[in-house]
């Protein structure tokens, strides 16, 4: 089964810009959450999404949003682009069914926000 | 809610050598217990999971045993190698709102030297 994937991979966004990232979860996988990773703050989560509805939010502005399509691909969406934005994006799937489950993780995309 | 205490970094050391990182939690109910690994430039990779109290999560020469008395999952590894160099994430689910959402402990960063 092939993993997550995420793309891009790496991106360079200038400030006030705004920035997509998407996420392929595993195969018959139906939950998608996001996390950011930064030195100072480690990883911290944003948003899960499953069956296309966000059903858990972290602690971000709204200029970070999301959405779930109907193959349960994911897109990550930062409006406003700010400095401190500049981190790895990873995301994580499971199938959502239960909870205690294993989250699997894609590589990232490493965003530089200049 | 529920969180996770981890050991600070960097930890340094020689190959061959014992390691051990802390870990404890606070939780409510008896999650499971998950310890992830980040290897260079990578996404975290799940490395041992445990489900319940007394279990033993095993993998890769890794051990870590969920202790309920002392809410304790600590990593051990009897003889390091220079490739497990790595930052290593523990973390617990935790409901929120009916659904799962994982806390990550801030991450050790392992290094071994030759």
């Known amino acids: 089964k092939a993993g997550v994937t995420q793309t891009p991979r790496y991106l360079i966004k200038t400030r006030g810009q705004q920035v997509t990232l998407s996420c392929s979860p595993i195969?018959?996988?139906?939950?998608v959450s996001w996390y950011q990773q930064t030195p100072g703050q480690g990883l911290q989560f944003l948003f899960e999404y499953f069956s296309e509805t966000q059903r858990n939010k972290g602690n971000f502005p709204g200029r970070f949003s999301g959405r779930q399509f109907s193959n349960s691909r994911s897109e990550m969406n930062v409006s406003t682009l700010e400095l401190g934005d500049s981190a790895l994006y990873l995301c994580?799937?499971?199938?959502?069914?239960?909870?205690?489950?294993?989250?699997?993780f894609g590589p990232g995309t490493r965003l530089l926000v200049l | 809610g529920n969180s996770v205490t981890q050991m600070e970094g960097p930890v340094t050391l020689s190959e061959e050598a014992f390691l051990t990182i802390n870990c404890t939690y606070t939780?409510?109910?008896?999650?499971?217990l998950f310890w992830y690994v980040q290897y260079p430039g990578e996404g975290l990779q799940l490395l041992l999971k445990?489900?319940?109290?007394?279990d033993k999560g095993s993998n890769k020469g890794f051990e870590a045993t969920y202790r309920k008395e002392t809410t304790s999952f600590h990593l051990e590894k009897g003889s390091v190698q220079v490739s497990d160099s790595a930052v290593y994430f523990c973390?617990?689910?935790?409901?929120?709102?009916?659904?799962?959402?994982?806390?990550f402990g801030t991450g050790t960063k392992l290094q071994v030297i030759p």
């Open positions: 445990a489900t319940k109290a007394d």
């Open positions: 973390a617990l689910p935790s409901n929120s709102g009916g659904y799962q959402k994982v806390t």
């Open positions: 994580a799937s499971r199938t959502g069914g239960k909870n205690q489950e294993t989250q699997y």
């Open positions: 939780a409510t109910g008896y999650p499971s």
């Open positions: 195969s018959g996988h139906r939950s």
